[in-house]
């Protein structure tokens, strides 16, 4: 079951489209993440699946329930951490989780509980009697974390949870994210590469308000190159094959879109690029043994994520995504 879900969810400021008809559902257990350049509408998304905007049209659910309608339950059932952490820097960190937990309706005896949970979690048990405005920033993330994981909700959204911070910030606070969405769903949003092929199951890449691609980063790969491609090059064994004949062969196994010619440094050596439907490398090792040919190089090669990132997000905008 979809414990989030968008559909056809647009939100107008006035005459600007921030978020321009998308649909997705996230399932339960997923980690997903929205990657996108700065005003790609990654946030507006986010403040209207929380319940914060409403949206202009279209439809979104939070574990079943609509934004819309009941805005105040779909806040009961998330964690949410804004891009600016919601901290009061005057307060101590155990009495600001005291708080929160007493917004959230925790009663004493399990606040308490709650508090030692998310200190223990967040790493912030020995920081509960210090001032939050004299922590670091990547501890105010941490205390930001605590406070949205406070009433164990089983949806996180978070926004830009690794702004402003260090590299060493970023790891740790990258391993807790990850070890959060190995029991709960957590959509996250970010414009660091880095982040989304460290942290995320599946990326969803925005521009201009519209999903432009929508799966993991080796599918958005392989859809963006037009399928797994393939260099193969092959030199003669028991016998000399002409390179026609074996390229006739190659383009014979199943699942193979079009084979490519390529210049190889070997003089005898003879070089495909092989586009294919699927990881076809078996099936060439296969048909070298069955040749009497020596592979000289077999190896599958992907579309960096920045190379990916950087074709969907140039002007103007594409109007086509892969589906996960």
Same mark, same amino acid.
């Given at each position: 079951m979809a414990t989030i879900?968008a559909?056809?969810?647009?939100?107008? %400021?006035?005459?600007?489209?921030?978020?321009?008809g998308i649909?997705?559902?996230?399932?339960?257990?997923?980690?997903?993440?929205?990657?996108?350049?700065?005003?790609a509408g990654?946030?507006?998304?986010m403040?209207?699946?929380?319940g914060y905007?409403a949206?202009?049209?279209?439809?979104a659910?939070v574990?079943?329930v609509?934004v819309?309608t009941d @805005?105040i339950?779909?806040r009961?059932?998330i964690g %949410?951490? @804004?891009?600016s952490?919601?901290? %009061?820097?005057d307060?101590?960190?155990?009495? %600001?989780?005291?708080?929160?937990?007493?917004?959230r309706?925790?009663a004493?005896a399990?606040?308490?509980?709650? $508090?030692?949970?998310v200190a223990e979690?967040?790493?912030i048990?020995?920081r509960?009697?210090?001032?939050?405005?004299?922590?670091?920033k990547?501890?105010r993330?941490?205390?930001?974390?605590a406070?949205?994981l406070?009433?164990a909700?089983?949806?996180l959204?978070l926004?830009?949870p690794?702004?402003?911070?260090?590299p060493?910030? $970023?790891?740790?606070?990258r391993n807790?994210?990850?070890e $959060?969405g190995?029991r709960k769903t957590?959509? *996250?949003?970010t414009?660091?590469?880095s982040?989304?092929q460290?942290t995320? &199951?599946r990326?969803?890449?925005l521009?201009r308000g519209r999903i432009v691609a929508?799966?993991s980063?080796e599918?958005?790969?392989?859809?963006?190159q037009?399928?797994h491609l $393939?260099?193969?090059t092959?030199?003669?064994g028991?016998v000399a094959l002409?390179?026609q004949?074996?390229?006739?062969?190659?383009?014979?196994?199943?699942g193979v879109l079009?084979?490519?010619?390529?210049e190889?440094?070997?003089?005898?050596?003879a070089g495909?690029?092989v586009?294919?439907?699927r &990881?076809?490398?078996?099936d *060439?090792?296969?048909?070298a043994?069955?040749?009497g040919?020596?592979?000289?190089d077999?190896?599958?090669?992907?579309?960096s994520?920045e190379?990916?990132?950087g074709?969907l997000?140039r002007?103007?905008?594409?109007l086509?995504g892969?589906?996960?």
């Amino acid at each position: 079951m979809a414990t989030i879900e968008a559909d056809r969810l647009t939100r107008n %400021y006035g005459s600007h489209v921030a978020v321009d008809g998308i649909s997705f559902t996230v399932e339960r257990g997923e980690i997903v993440g929205f990657l996108g350049p700065n005003a790609a509408g990654k946030t507006t998304t986010m403040k209207v699946l929380t319940g914060y905007l409403a949206p202009t049209t279209g439809r979104a659910l939070v574990d079943g329930v609509d934004v819309l309608t009941d @805005p105040i339950e779909v806040r009961r059932r998330i964690g %949410y951490l @804004p891009e600016s952490a919601p901290i %009061y820097r005057d307060m101590e960190v155990g009495d %600001y989780l005291d708080f929160v937990a007493r917004v959230r309706g925790l009663a004493r005896a399990e606040r308490a509980r709650a $508090i030692h949970r998310v200190a223990e979690q967040c790493g912030i048990a020995d920081r509960l009697n210090q001032d939050i405005g004299s922590l670091s920033k990547g501890f105010r993330q941490r205390v930001g974390l605590a406070q949205a994981l406070v009433h164990a909700p089983d949806i996180l959204v978070l926004d830009e949870p690794t702004s402003g911070l260090d590299p060493n910030q $970023i790891v740790e606070i990258r391993n807790l994210i990850r070890e $959060i969405g190995r029991r709960k769903t957590v959509l *996250l949003s970010t414009h660091i590469l880095s982040e989304v092929q460290a942290t995320c &199951d599946r990326v969803l890449i925005l521009h201009r308000g519209r999903i432009v691609a929508d799966g993991s980063t080796e599918e958005i790969s392989v859809h963006q190159q037009g399928g797994h491609l $393939i260099l193969a090059t092959f030199a003669p064994g028991v016998v000399a094959l002409p390179r026609q004949v074996v390229r006739e062969a190659v383009q014979g196994i199943a699942g193979v879109l079009r084979v490519g010619v390529v210049e190889v440094a070997e003089p005898e050596g003879a070089g495909f690029q092989v586009v294919a439907e699927r &990881d076809v490398r078996a099936d *060439l090792f296969r048909l070298a043994a069955d040749l009497g040919l020596v592979i000289l190089d077999l190896h599958r090669e992907t579309t960096s994520l920045e190379e990916v990132f950087g074709r969907l997000t140039r002007d103007p905008a594409p109007l086509t995504g892969v589906a996960p």
